[in-house]
């Protein structure tokens, strides 16, 4: 799989979402990402129309429940034709193995979400009470979902190293809270660059503000791809 720069699509409505995307050229093979936000607003049909565009598809829902729930979601989400999903390692070995079973027989990578860029040290310890230490916890939940199926974890950059030295080379990490050195950081607390990112190892970035809210969505997609592709 070639090494994508993903387009988080965070709009308040999709017609926005569509005029964004009549900037790039058709031939532009883009990867986007679908949120809850979004997802909840449009549902499926909106999932549907941009991949009947030709877009692919990284359907960011995190899943999180019992096994059972997650099996039989994955079941009706494998007719989708994404290319990505994400369940929450959080959410154990079994619902992690039951995601996988419910995507059988389909192209679509189970990704699961390690510990959210938007959480650091202070929030794992005081918050959520976890005792390790931030790069343990994420190498820890990476290690099992590893172990049970996933194709790779969603990951802050800074942890890539460890997490590809605990699973393996191909195991993908795909990175969000990636802003460009002109970018503002806003609410993520774990962030990196793109090239930094690439010198990590990262298999796949996420970039939402820095291109949506761009005065010019292509040239800022570009220039980002630009720095990640070197």
């Known amino acids: 799989m070639k090494k994508p720069v993903i387009i988080a699509l965070d709009f308040a409505d999709d017609f926005e979402c569509i005029e964004f995307l009549s900037q790039f050229p058709k031939d532009e093979n883009l990867f986007v990402k679908i949120g809850l936000e979004m997802f909840c607003q449009f549902g499926y049909p909106f999932v549907r129309s941009l991949r009947n565009r030709g877009y692919n598809i990284f359907l960011d829902l995190k899943l999180h429940d019992i096994p059972n729930t997650v099996r039989r979601t994955c079941e009706m989400i494998a007719k989708w034709d994404v290319q990505m999903l994400t369940v929450h390692a959080s959410g154990g070995a079994e619902m992690i193995a039951a995601a996988k079973e419910g995507l059988d027989g389909t192209d679509t990578k189970l990704l699961a979400v390690t510990q959210l860029t938007s959480l650091g040290q202070v929030e794992l310890a005081n918050e959520l009470q976890v005792p390790l230490q931030s790069q343990d916890y994420v190498t820890h939940l990476a290690k099992l979902a590893y172990d049970n199926g996933a194709d790779g974890v ?10 590809k030295e605990a699973t393996g080379e191909d195991f993908l990490c795909i990175t ?55």
């Open 154 to 163: 969603i990951s802050s950059a800074l942890e890539v190293p460890l997490i």
């Open 176 to 230: 969000p809270g990636i802003r460009p050195k002109s970018s503002q950081v806003g609410d993520q607390k774990r962030v990196a660059t793109p090239a930094k990112a690439r010198v990590l190892g990262s298999d796949g970035i996420v970039v939402g503000r820095p291109i949506t809210q761009a005065p010019d969505g292509y040239v800022a997609y570009q220039n980002i791809c630009k720095e990640w592709n070197k």
